[in-house]
């Protein structure tokens, strides 16, 4: 048996069958245009869902569902999509949409959601129960799995994990409180920090590798710290204390077995893992007794989302 | 059918029956005292209960099990107490040992879990499915209830949920961290602040509150702002507001149907969860389509601990 894993984006929507071992096949995609209106969009998103699955010959007989990962505040439960930010999405009734043409059952969760259960499921964390994991973009996004399975709180409404306060009146966040997790460990975030410190170090080889790049983002303290550029080095120390302490948070919370890292700045690899594990081994509660947590870099990449949302059909 | 709850205290053993309605029948108790040992307790608490047993007729004709809630770190999964903070119990094999001499399962859990399973399955949560119960003395103790059922983490080591860091570089905390939720919610951090503010203000009629009391404890803020003083009333709100962001914290992750406050504190009633909601509303994630987190305060009160513990039986 199949399902298949839809995944929406901001400038594509993307889709593909995922057989059970979690591969995915026979790729589709559709382009979103700015400005396209949300009722056009999902229409067309149907119609092109149809003829795949009619030319793969995808029927009830193979296939256990759809699932669909969108961007925004998703009522998985009610299958509407309540609004999204950059899309024209607003209580978007999209399950019973997809249901009134297609004959199969469908599933919807927020996109963060469907990339941590595809990682879960089939990438990084498929050998453990227990998983948290963290998205490290322009914001910070997550995703609970507990017992293997999704965990999304009321209406879906929960695993915001960006959005917990790490310090009391600090930065101002987009959600309209001071002091959120994402406001210090988002690539966004970390490349505010960054310009700040060139500025106080007009000799930081970080200008070199702006000047060679063309901007500022969020490789480069990395590629500067690297090279052994101190200043750097502080901006990199500085996050990986945002960044670990957020995760301490959430290794007392949950003590899951494992915490997966995806987004950008997870691609910074063993220069960047390792500092976390020393920062997090340091700091950890309780003594010898309370087991480790895993800390992993996201496997699946791109291709989390889709699998992801596929995945709603196997949990 | 009954499951047999027992609470371990600091001064006391105290345990009873438990019916399929929660209600807690046949009490018995066993008192501590300093320096017991660890195995003399035990084997103590073993003899009291077969006998409690057979006494009642309680067998595995009538009885689910055993449920026990322990202060400290506890290996439910193993069965054993790791360590107890307060009590002699170091790597002690108590399930095992029970089930040597008792022909009954035995499960154990954290106290505090304990307590947080028996408010959500008999008390204040008991219509939700997701709960997040905040216990708030000495420290802040918590536990998480998914589905209905008891979340523990990996060995049992998870809901550490007052050491969450809500201030970077913050108030130092008894785990080693700096900025725990605990070191600003918990009642002895309300006292500390209440005396700080006294120290401030040395015609605040908390002053004579705690002429009257013989001390400063975690009402004498409370009593003073009710009666309109105004550097009482700072101390409330500055708690309000720590209390609160945490609050808001668990709210984002796990997006509950109910958090219930208990401990103390908690019986400050309409006046504290009053300020909380309105708190808590001004400050909640997302827009109107956000479902609304129902602050609630325990119902159960002390007998929480063993209503719980037998609870591990009615999940």
């Known amino acids: 048996m199949i399902a298949i894993g839809i995944d929406v984006g901001g400038t594509s929507i993307k889709g593909c069958a995922v057989n059970e071992e979690g591969k995915a096949l026979d790729s589709f995609s559709m382009p979103l245009n700015k400005g396209d209106k949300g009722l056009d969009i999902v229409n067309n998103l149907i119609k092109i869902t149809k003829e795949y699955l009619d030319f793969h010959g995808y029927d009830k007989s193979n296939t256990l569902g759809i699932g669909i990962g969108i961007p925004g505040s998703i009522d998985s ?103 959120c997790f994402e406001a210090y460990a988002s690539a966004t975030a970390l490349v505010k920090d960054t310009m700040k410190a060139m500025e106080e170090d007009q000799n930081s080889i970080m200008w070199e590798i702006k000047n060679e790049n063309g901007q500022v983002d969020g490789r480069t303290a990395f590629e500067a710290a690297k090279k052994g550029d101190k200043k750097a080095l502080e901006v990199v120390d500085n996050y990986v204390s945002y960044l670990g302490e ?42 010898s007794c309370t087991p480790k947590v895993e800390i992993l870099v996201s496997e699946l990449g791109y291709d989390s989302g889709k699998i992801g949302a596929a995945s709603l059909f196997f949990e």
């Open 246 to 287: 957020g995760m301490l948070n959430y290794f007392n919370i949950f003590r899951p077995d494992a915490l997966i890292l995806s987004g950008g700045i997870a691609n910074q690899g063993p220069f960047l893992i390792n500092k976390l594990v020393k920062y997090c081994q340091d700091r950890d509660y309780g003594y």
């Open 77 to 179: 439960e009610a299958g509407v999509i309540d609004y999204s930010n950059n899309i024209d999405f607003h209580n978007m009734e999209i399950v019973k949409m997809f249901q009134e043409k297609i004959d199969l059952p469908v599933k919807i969760t927020n996109d963060a959601n469907a990339a941590a259960l595809g990682e879960a499921r089939f990438g990084a964390g498929k050998k453990f129960k227990n998983i948290i994991v963290l998205t490290l973009g322009t914001g910070v996004g997550g995703g609970i799995i507990i017992n293997g399975k999704l965990y999304e709180g009321a209406k879906g409404k929960g695993a915001e994990l960006g959005h917990i306060i790490i310090s009391l009146n600090g930065r101002p966040c987009s959600c309209g409180r001071h002091g």
